[in-house]
């Protein structure tokens, strides 16, 4: 056993003829990572006890448990806390980091959260409620890959064109998106079910037509007081004989 805690060294490597050492404290040092990693792969059986420098601070590298606000620039310098337990990132911006921590520290138990429009969600929901009319298409088509647990978003206060409604269910199949598809001059939540058409302001149903891939769960159409003709509404019956028509 060797303890040089707090004794200014900047050179350690010299330290790696000490073969028979079996635990050593090295914290309170300026020896820089890749000098204590050299240390480490020469005296393989013994425990090393270093600071591990992130974002600013210095870490023990035993430590266990460690929570942060984000990941700081120096982030790779936490595969060096193979000690480390649980790690905890409340508001994360580099996904693709976490998942390369993931595969470095496998018995480290991580949660993290993700921003999407101005919120913040556990990247394990199963359920996601995303309240911000700020939310973006891009942010979505991102972010979303990383909640590999996700079955269901409510995006009902999202402006989402119908182009990008299309490529997000594209994207992500197995996901239940729930948000707003316009139909002439009404918004109508995705589950609808049935639709009272003299609210849309249409004199056709082309509009209805252009949308019915956006409204997955619609089985009635009631076109009782519409501008719509009755030539077009036995036609429109005709082509989606599985609806309900009034």
């Not at 018995?107 to 309240?131: H, K």
Request: hydrophobic letters at 35%; proline letters at 5%.
């Amino acid at each position: 056993t060797l303890d040089l805690k707090d004794r200014g060294l900047t050179d350690v490597r010299s330290l790696a003829r000490f073969t028979s050492l079996k635990e050593l404290d090295l914290r309170g040092n300026w020896a820089s990572m890749e000098d204590y990693e050299y240390l480490q792969k020469k005296l393989p059986d013994c425990a090393i006890r270093f600071d591990v420098p992130l974002g600013g601070q210095n870490y023990d590298s035993l430590l266990t448990e460690l929570s942060l606000t984000d990941l700081p620039s120096d982030w790779r310098n936490i595969l060096s806390l193979t000690h480390l337990q649980r790690l905890t990132v409340e508001r994360c911006t580099n996904p693709s980091a976490m998942e390369t921590l993931n595969e470095g520290l496998p018995y480290c138990v991580m949660s993290w959260n993700l921003g999407m429009g101005g919120e913040w969600f556990d990247v394990t929901s199963q359920e996601l409620v995303v309240n911000s009319p700020s939310v973006y298409y891009e942010e979505l088509l991102s972010q979303l890959t990383w909640f590999r647990s996700l079955r269901s978003v409510d995006l009902t206060s999202a402006e989402l064109p119908p182009e990008h409604q299309r490529s997000l269910i594209s994207a992500y199949p197995d996901i239940d998106f729930t948000w707003l598809v316009s139909v002439g001059s009404a918004d109508l939540p995705s589950s609808v079910t049935e639709i009272i058409y003299a609210q849309t302001g249409e004199s056709d149903t082309r509009a209805l037509e252009e949308s019915l891939d956006l409204l997955p769960e619609l089985t009635l159409v009631d076109f009782t007081g519409s501008r719509v003709p009755a030539e077009d509404r036995l036609t429109f019956r005709d082509e989606h004989a599985y609806f309900g028509l009034f």
